[in-house]
């Protein structure tokens, strides 16, 4: 299993970034996908699930109504599209499938918001 996420950067508060993570070595239509970020000295939260098509997704309350979780299952990819970025979006992000019980994680894209 890999996941290889990109797309992260510095923003200005207000803006947009849109992130994408390519996966291989499973059956990526087979397993919801999930994003997750990270501040330092905190635990990773849940930022957005999405279904194996697409037509169930989940978002964490701080994000609701700003990011949008997406997946195109031909090209094996999931992406987070990342509106009115505030400061505390500020974090690295991930992410992530759990196959079997197992977490496997990207090595994640820093995103940075600030002014």
């Known amino acids: 299993v890999q996941l290889v996420e990109s797309g992260g950067g510095l923003v200005q508060p207000g803006g947009s970034l849109r992130l994408s993570c390519a996966a291989s070595g499973f059956t990526f239509s087979s397993y919801y996908m999930k994003w997750y970020r990270q501040v330092p000295g905190k635990e990773r939260v849940l930022v957005a699930l999405i279904s194996y098509e697409g037509r169930t997704t989940h978002y964490g309350d701080s994000v609701k109504g700003r990011f949008v979780i997406s997946r195109d299952n031909a090209k094996n990819t999931v992406y987070l599209q990342m509106n009115a970025l505030k400061p505390e979006d500020t974090a690295v992000y991930y992410c992530?499938?759990?196959?079997?019980?197992?977490?496997?994680w990207g090595q994640g894209t820093q995103v940075t918001v600030s002014s």
């Open positions: 992530n499938v759990q196959i079997i019980r197992e977490n496997y």
